[in-house]
């Protein structure tokens, strides 16, 4: 069993807030390690009320539709929040100042797992995909290398595989260790998850981009940098994308020791070492006495479109090649590598028109780059909850691709107020994603628009749980549309 850094005698009682993947599986480790677990969320609901259930046999206690309440007796030692949960909310301030050992579930999965070599991802966008793209090449090396975190696994479901893994004997399965032990960690980790994990020390860091986002949580442009900058300053190795306006403007004052990235060939390269792409090849900057940088991969074993990914593509490699990976398994890996789901998802073709779902495009800059990335004329389908940011470049990227934009969720009638400002009228409100895929194809048809795309440029909460259910939703209704049509 791992307990590394836990002193199970002094913290008996944890109490785990939000009854997600991530809340459900802190609880059940903790309660493997002995400790008496309270988990909680302020929800309730068939469902929950069904988890609350299966919980409760095996001695977990769910309180649902409750809040941490510590004026109670019998506090907690232990309080592990759920990445949803805002880390600055009065109760955690409170526990904090009562000095109550307050982290996230990640952290708790970092104190069972550190003795395992972690990649951590993070950044504004591009995190989805350079943390799927390096999971793929360390598994194609064969190594046990789960993704985690914002992706896959909860981070405290990989702990726990981990720690049953551990126990299990020679006799009882006699490949276990063989089969079973866990490589490394790749983790994609977004700024929720780092603000409430002080200790989490990577092996390498990786940061893809920044630009505003989640600034109704963060407060400030600043606030948010620094939080993103903590993780990268605990990893040993720092791989940073040269080519995103702001990391490059920070450059080597903040990142001295930093591995760059640049699409845009070696002159551009930020420092003496890095990746680069250059005619048509990833290059890896000479680290011997040979002086002679080293080709690593063609471009065009990627199969995903777009600069962007091209981008994820460098940051993939240096992670790769940092940890030791042979150029066989990356060139291997990147060649299978067929995407991300919701991210530029090709989901059908119909009658020529393509229709790709685009929904983790859940701000400005990400839906830019979506949009960037197709070809025009373009249907696009844009809306959902809105996000504080600069909505500038993607306005002038509708002007030029788009020739019709349907508009949905509760940020419709304000995007179409926006629009409306900057002289662009072929827009039109049609509220639900139901009608948006109809319309569309329609729209598509009169326009001769080779492209429909779901790239919302929101959040997804006013009318689905989460952007994967949205995309799901798109993927359904475009299949049936097909399928009736």
């Given amino acids: 069993m791992l307990n590394q850094g836990i002193l199970l005698q002094s913290m008996p009682k944890a109490h785990v807030i939000g009854l997600g993947k991530s809340g459900v599986a802190a609880a059940r480790l903790l309660k493997r390690d002995g400790w008496e677990v309270v988990l909680s969320d302020r929800n309730t609901s068939p469902n929950l009320r069904t988890q609350q259930q299966e919980l409760l046999a095996e001695q977990i206690t769910v309180e649902l539709g409750y809040s941490l309440d510590l004026t109670e007796p019998d506090l907690p030692q232990l309080i592990v929040v759920s990445p949803g949960v805002p880390w600055d909310i009065p109760v955690l301030v409170q526990a904090r100042d009562l000095g109550i050992?307050?982290?996230?579930?990640?952290?708790?999965?970092?104190?069972?797992?550190?003795?395992?070599?972690w990649v951590a991802i993070t950044g504004t966008n591009g995190k989805t995909t350079t943390t799927s793209l390096?999971?793929?090449?360390?598994?194609?090396?064969?190594?046990?290398?789960?993704?985690?975190?914002?992706?896959?696994?909860?981070?405290?479901?990989?702990?726990?595989?981990?720690?049953?893994k551990e126990e299990q004997t020679p006799i009882q399965n006699p490949k276990s260790k063989i089969q079973n032990h866990l490589d490394w960690v790749i983790a994609e980790i977004s700024s929720y998850q780092i603000e409430s994990s002080s200790t989490l020390k990577p092996l390498i860091g990786v940061w893809t981009t920044f630009t505003p986002d989640h600034l109704s949580r963060h407060k400030t442009l600043e606030n948010y940098y620094n939080i993103k900058a903590s993780l990268l300053r605990q990893s040993e190795i720092q791989i940073f994308n040269g080519d995103d306006a702001y990391l490059r403007k920070v450059g080597l004052s903040d990142w001295p020791d930093a591995y760059w990235t640049s699409v845009q060939g070696k002159d551009f390269l930020i420092g003496e070492k890095g990746f680069y792409i250059q005619d048509g090849w990833v290059f890896q900057t000479s680290h011997d006495s040979s002086g002679q940088d080293k080709a690593i991969v063609e471009v065009s074993a990627l199969r995903m479109v777009g600069e962007h990914n091209q981008q994820n593509l460098l940051m993939a490699v240096a992670a790769a090649r940092l940890a030791g990976i042979d150029q066989n398994a990356i060139?291997?890996?990147?060649?299978e590598f067929a995407g991300v789901p919701h991210r530029l998802e090709h989901i059908c073709t119909w009658e020529g028109i393509d229709f790709i779902n685009d929904s983790k495009a859940t701000n400005y800059d990400a839906a830019e780059v979506g949009l960037g990335s197709v070809s025009s004329p373009v249907i696009l389908i844009a809306g959902g909850e809105a996000k504080a940011g600069d909505d500038t470049a993607w306005i002038a990227r509708i002007k030029t691709k788009?020739?019709?934009?349907?508009?949905?969720?509760?940020?419709?009638k304000a995007f179409a107020q926006r629009l409306q400002e900057v002289g662009y009228t072929s827009y039109e409100i049609v509220e639900t994603m139901d009608k948006a895929v109809g319309r569309?194809?329609?729209?598509?048809?009169?326009?001769?628009?080779?492209?429909?795309?779901l790239s919302p440029a929101c959040a997804?909460?006013?009318?689905?749980?989460?952007?994967?259910?949205?995309?799901?939703?798109?993927?359904q209704l475009c299949l049936e549309w097909v399928a009736n049509n």
């Avoid at 307050?102 to 104190?111: K, Q, Y």
């Avoid at 985690?148 to 981070?155: P, T, V």
């Avoid at 788009?402 to 419709?412: E, H, K, N, T």
């Avoid at 997804?460 to 993927?475: A, I, K």
Wanted: aromatic fraction near 10%; glycine fraction near 6%; proline fraction near 3%.
């Fill in 402 to 412: 788009a020739a019709v934009v349907l508009l949905i969720g509760d940020a419709a």
């Fill in 101 to 117: 050992e307050t982290i996230g579930e990640m952290e708790l999965a970092w104190r069972y797992l550190k003795s395992i070599p």
């Fill in 331 to 335: 060139s291997c890996a990147i060649r």
């Fill in 134 to 164: 390096i999971a793929s090449i360390f598994q194609t090396a064969r190594l046990n290398a789960p993704a985690c975190g914002n992706i896959g696994y909860a981070a405290c479901e990989v702990a726990l595989s981990q720690a049953e």
């Fill in 460 to 475: 997804s909460f006013d009318q689905y749980p989460n952007f994967e259910v949205r995309g799901e939703h798109f993927r």
């Fill in 440 to 453: 569309s194809a329609e729209l598509a048809k009169q326009y001769q628009a080779s492209v429909v795309l």
